[in-house]
Nanobody
Framework: VQLQASGGGLVQPGGSLRLSCASSGFTLDDLKIAWFRQAPGKERQGVSCISSSGGTTYYGDSWKGRFTISRDNAKNTVYLQMNSLKPEDTAVYYC???????????????WGQGTLVTVSS
């Protein structure tokens, strides 16, 4: 039973990346899925969260209008489309599954291993 985050890499400022979060051993259908990030030397921050149906999404202020969270329950996968990336977006991005959308990381039952996003010219 695990989550697998992927899609990170090196991208230039202004570029885009799409992160994926897939599960193995359980389905994501009934779970809320969030993306968190942890920049070097900083605490983990909530970036975005999506309801189980995908009908409701939440974003931290720093990412509204640039990032889009979506999910494909048929593929058991959640995505984070990141556009207009900035150097300050550099961080390890984690996906997490739980029963609520909240920026409090302790409430999530399952975590992916993280994928590194580096925004640099």
């Amino acid at each position: 039973v695990q989550l697998q985050a992927s899609g990170g890499g090196l991208v230039q400022p202004g570029g885009s990346l799409r992160l994926s979060c897939a599960s193995s051993g359980f389905t994501l259908d009934d779970l809320k899925i969030a993306w968190f990030r942890q920049a070097p030397g900083k605490e983990r921050q909530g970036v975005s969260c999506i309801s189980s149906s995908g009908g409701t999404t939440y974003y931290g202020d720093s990412w509204k209008g640039r990032f889009t969270i979506s999910r494909d329950n048929a593929k058991n996968t959640v995505y984070l489309q990141m556009n207009s990336l900035k150097p300050e977006d550099t961080a390890v991005y984690y996906c997490a599954a739980g029963n609520r959308c909240t920026w409090y990381s302790g409430i999530y039952n399952y975590w992916g291993q993280g994928t590194l996003v580096t925004v640099s010219s």
